[in-house]
């Protein structure tokens, strides 16, 4: 998947739990920074936060991840 459509996934679970960023980013241990990089595609994750983000949201990986689901 590429990194611009797992950054809108991540905005829209986000948006669904209604987080700011800030909030997300705080409860992830990421900087607002690096999030909103993830967010717009312009980073790339690290499995492990990718994991942290998935946990925080209450949803599985697969569902960040995978583009049939959502």
């Known amino acids: 998947m590429d990194n611009k ?3 809108r ?3 829209a679970y986000r948006k669904l739990k209604g987080y700011t960023q800030q909030e ?3 409860r992830t241990g990421i900087s607002l920074a ?3 990089a993830v967010e717009r595609g312009n ?3 690290e ?3 990718l994991d942290k983000i998935a946990i925080v949201l209450e949803v599985g990986v697969k ?3 995978d583009s049939s689901s959502i």
């Open 5 to 7: 459509r797992m950054g």
């Open 43 to 45: 980073r790339c994750l």
């Open 47 to 49: 499995d492990q936060i």
């Open 24 to 26: 997300l980013a705080d």
């Open 34 to 36: 690096v999030l909103g």
């Open 9 to 11: 996934r991540i905005r």
């Open 63 to 65: 569902e960040l991840t």
